[in-house]
């Protein structure tokens, strides 16, 4: 009874518990279910945000960099003056700023930048929170990056270490790093950083550099308006330029200032007044601004100068506010400016770059490193050295050398013909043709290779890389091929202008520099860093090579190569160069034969030395030497030396360890050039003192010809048979004639006999018969003919002179005259007739043959001669010789009326 009892109140329970589970299961909804569903998810999904957020934020903070107090601290900006040392070049890097430590910064000013950037700034600790979450709502709204809530800590930061990116790595690292600096650095010293850091407008930084540029002025006489203005800025540098948007500038300072007021910084009143204030009123004049960004005008050279900085020894460092005194001509850079930028070039692609050096100082006047230097990846051409040179090092490697160690002259000889390197490749001229022998001198201006290479073998690759060193050229090791423009390494345009200064320079040579010296901070201490000149050559071997690199320039020599660089009236000496493709180049570029990859020239005055080179950017585009594109290099080069240079622009002297003589080309060794060289085969050329030639050349001299001997004439009628005799062969004799004063070449020909046709009565006849050949006349040897007057006239004396003259003449002269006449004639001269046969003796001599000539002329007024008219007329003969002479009467006294004319003889063939 119990267990039935005990059982139905134990189900009546069990059935009250179902019951009740049923009533609670039907009180929860499927909503609430979801509900609870869809909240547990966020929270899991937050937790998981959370823990992914730290994890990414850890990661992010663990690969920020290091707080860098050089970085954060910037630099106080060197000053630079140009090579007058008194023109002011302006620094081009972001540094250029004026520093302004915390305690001189007026509170107006800090005021003004706390109201504007960051309220909360000396009660954060790096980060504000609430401008933080305002900053999240604006991106959540208006998209990531819409506003920033950047502390001026965090900007320090940015600025100082991290890209200017709107991401979330870089804000985990600002504010990783902010927290940092706030922990490292006092809230006066973070404020100093950024008020020096922060960009202001193009390349101006920190709100000093802002004041002078904006305002001419310090921070200490700026206004409140002027501060307001400044502390706006920022936010958009550019926007709010007030030289270039003033109405945006005025606003954003009304703005700045209400901001102030907000923050009670200032009060209305102040703000009104500063509001009403006209913004042009205070501003810098627009005739005194600025370029607001710094030119690119000397980027490249202050960009040198900065590495030369770097690199030498001791301390140096931009920003302790050094003094920089540089070798920088602004007009030259000006120059070399417009020319790269001028329609000289033939396409937009080609490049060049250049570099002007004083000769004399070694100093880099001027850069031109690219036809369009700027943007954030550039190319300096000018201090590159990935170009081959080309034939601007002959005079560096072969002539020179030659000249400095083997005493060389520039007329030494050499012979352009077929030739190979020891190796047997076969070396070629650019034409393809040899010239034979010249002068290093006409080898040198005519660019040609053969001559070069074996010059270079005389002189020995040692000597020639010694030559090179002494130069500050580092060629590796000089091989055969160097001397043609391709040696182990490559130099630069800068290296090029420096080393050919140095011939123009009596052979001193200074390393290109940018640096004369440097002032410290202090003012007073100061380090003069330029180099010191060395002597890389002889004074005579300076002169000697670059007075043949004044004929390389010489419009009127025929084949000298830099023509199109001559500047008229400017004493200049220079190199042409062009380099070479190999041949697997030329297959693999699919290049003609003309085409080249490089073309330099290299010249100087006493003033400047210019190194050109011009090009493609790729070896794969090549010059075409067949064209103008061959002389792009000098024309820049003409470009910019012609505008450059003084019209007083000094010669180069010789010096007195050079002599100028003039030798016979060809000549081995030289030779002095004798009286019978051939003009062609003369030059003139130098010497170092001392090693010029005392021989003179043989080669062209030759014995003079004997005079010819036993000239006689057989008169026969009115005919002279001449005949004379002569010891020399190959040569042929001149006959002429001289009657009443006038005289006539008969005839040249190789016989040794002549008949001469026509004697007329009364005349005196000199025959003068000279040995010839291409180059040599002898003396004359000559013989006077007379012919006696007609022996009509005298028929009527007859009657009265037989009394008289038969009687006292026959008698007189046989006794007086031969005792006489020998004594006077010599002296005075031949006024009678019969010592003329004695003459012979008298007149072995060339100087006494003057004397014959004149008879013609005395015979007149002889008295002999009209004594002897009464006797039969007679024809009379006599001759002279240098050698000797013969005297030859034949007693006809013929007479002919027809005019005289000459044939050859029977024998004129007889040699």
Same mark, same amino acid.
């Not at 290109?512 to 002889?538: C, L, N, W, Y």
């Not at 007379?786 to 007859?798: H, I, K, L, N, S």
């Given at each position: ?131 933080? &979450? ?89 206004? %409140? ?28 300072? #009304?703005?700045?200032? @209400? ?47 900065? *590495?030369? %900085? ?27 400016? *417009?020319?790269?930028? @001028? ?12 570099? !002007? ?91 040609? #290779? ?7 073998? *005389? ?20 091989? *055969? ?8 390494? #490559?130099?630069?345009?800068? +290296? ?77 000496? &220079? ?116 090693? +010029? ?17 036993? %000239? ?56 003068? !018969? !000279? ?59 031949? @006024? ?72 050859? @003889? ?6």
């Amino acid at each position: 009874m119990n267990d039935k009892k005990v059982s139905r109140e134990e189900r009546r329970k069990a059935i009250e518990r179902q019951k009740k589970t049923e009533n609670k299961n039907k009180k929860k909804s499927p909503l609430f279910v979801w509900m609870k569903r869809i909240i547990l998810a966020f929270v899991i999904i937050g937790l998981a945000g959370i823990v992914f957020g730290a994890s990414l934020f850890v990661y992010y903070a663990s690969s920020a960099p290091e707080l860098d107090e050089e970085l954060l601290r910037d630099p106080i900006s060197p000053t630079i003056y140009a090579a007058d040392g008194e023109t002011e070049i302006p620094y081009i890097t972001p540094e250029n700023r004026e520093y302004v430590n915390y305690k001189d910064i007026p509170k107006s000013m800090e005021n003004a930048i706390l109201a504007t950037e960051d309220n909360r700034f000396y009660e954060h600790s790096g980060i504000d929170f609430i401008r933080l &979450g305002g900053a999240v709502i604006a991106n959540i709204t208006g998209g990531f990056g819409s506003q920033g809530a950047s502390t001026i800590t965090q900007q320090v930061i940015k600025n100082s270490f991290l890209k200017n990116d709107k991401n979330l790595k870089r804000k985990a690292q600002e504010a990783y790093l902010a927290y940092k600096l706030e922990k490292k650095y006092d809230k006066k010293e973070i404020f100093e950083m950024y008020f020096n850091k922060i960009l202001m407008s193009g390349n101006i930084y920190g709100f000093g550099t802002a004041a002078e540029y904006f305002y001419g002025k310090p921070l200490t006489e700026l206004t %409140l308006a002027e501060s307001a203005l400044l502390a706006g800025m920022p936010q958009s540098p550019n926007g709010y330029n007030p030289f270039t948007n003033p109405e945006r500038a005025e606003e954003r300072r #009304n703005v700045v200032l @209400s901001l102030m007021e907000q923050h009670k910084k200032i009060t209305t009143e102040e703000k009104e007044q500063a509001q009403s204030a006209v913004l042009a009123d205070s501003l810098v004049p627009e005739d005194q601004r600025q370029p607001q960004t710094a030119s690119a005008e000397h980027t490249a050279f202050m960009e040198m100068m900065v *590495e030369e %900085l770097e690199a030498l020894e001791g301390d140096y460092s931009l920003d302790e506010g050094l003094t920089i005194y540089t070798t920088l001509e602004p007009y030259v850079q000006t120059k070399v400016n *417009e020319t790269m930028a @001028s329609d000289l070039f033939f396409d937009e692609k080609v490049e060049s770059a250049m570099t !002007v050096v004083n000769t004399k100082t070694g100093g880099i006047s001027a850069v031109g490193a690219a036809r369009e230097y700027t943007g954030d990846v550039r190319h300096n051409y000018a201090i590159t050295k990935d170009r081959v040179v080309g034939s601007t090092v002959k005079p560096i490697l072969g002539y020179g050398p030659a000249i400095e160690y083997l005493d060389w002259s520039t007329g030494n000889t050499v012979v352009d013909e077929p030739y190979s390197y020891d190796s047997g490749q076969e070396i070629r001229n650019v034409d393809g043709k040899f010239l034979g022998t010249m002068t290093i001198r006409e080898a040198l201006y005519r660019s040609r #290779n053969i001559p070069a290479v074996k010059t270079l073998q *005389e002189v020995g690759t040692e000597n020639a890389e010694d030559f090179s060193k002494k130069l500050g050229l580092d060629f590796g090791d000089v091989f *055969e091929s160097s001397v043609l423009g391709s040696p182990d390494k #490559n130099i630069s345009t800068v +290296e090029m202008a420096g080393a050919f200064a140095a011939f123009g320079n009596k052979g001193s040579f200074i390393e290109p520099h940018t640096i004369k010296k440097i002032v410290f901070r202090d003012g007073s201490t100061e380090q003069v860093v330029a180099p010191e000149p060395v002597q890389a050559m002889k004074d005579s071997t300076a002169y000697m090579v670059t007075d043949m690199l004044r004929d390389v320039v010489d419009v009127n020599l025929p084949g000298s190569t830099g023509k199109e660089a001559s500047i008229s009236g400017l004493d200049m000496a &220079g190199k042409t160069g062009t380099s070479n493709y190999t041949e697997n180049e030329f297959s693999e570029y699919n290049l003609d034969s003309s085409s080249a990859p490089d073309v330099w020239f290299a010249g100087y005055t006493t003033d400047y030395s210019i190194s050109v080179w011009s090009g493609y950017p790729t070896r794969k585009t090549p010059i075409d030497t067949a064209s103008n594109e061959r002389l792009l290099a000098q024309r820049l080069f003409k470009d910019v030396m012609s505008e450059i240079s003084s019209p007083e622009t000094a010669q180069f002297e010789q010096p007195d360890s050079v002599t100028e003589q003039v030798i016979e080309v060809g000549s081995d060794p030289l030779k002095l050039a004798s009286a019978f060289t051939p003009y062609s085969m003369r030059k003139s050329e130098l010497f170092a003192r001392g090693t +010029e030639p005392n021989s003179v050349s043989q080669r062209y001299i030759v014995e003079d010809l004997a005079t010819p001997t036993g %000239l006689r004439a057989n008169v026969s009628g009115n005919s002279a048979q001449l005949s004379w005799n002569s010891s020399e062969s190959d040569v042929s004799f001149e006959v002429s004639v001289e009657v009443n004063g006038s005289r006539q070449v008969l005839t040249t020909s190789s016989s040794k006999s002549y008949t001469f046709n026509g004697l007329e009565d009364g005349n005196s006849y000199t025959f003068r !018969v !000279v040995a010839v050949n291409s180059t040599q006349r002898s003396d004359p040897a000559s013989t006077v003919v007379r012919v006696a007057a007609a022996p009509e006239e005298p028929e009527e004396e007859p009657v009265e002179e037989p009394v008289e003259e038969p009687v006292e003449e026959p008698v007189e002269e046989p006794v007086e005259e031969p005792v006489e006449e020998p004594v006077e004639e010599p002296v005075e001269e031949e @006024s009678v007739e019969e010592p003329t046969e004695e003459e012979p003796a008298d007149e072995p001599l060339v100087e006494e043959e003057p004397a014959v000539e004149k008879d013609p002329i005395d015979v007149p007024e002889d008295p002999t001669e009209e004594e002897e008219s009464e006797n039969p007329p007679a024809n009379s003969s006599s001759n002279s010789g240098n050698e000797n002479g013969n005297a030859n009467d034949d007693g006809d006294g013929g007479k002919d009326e027809d005019t005289g004319n000459g044939k050859d @003889s029977k024998d004129d063939n007889n040699n």
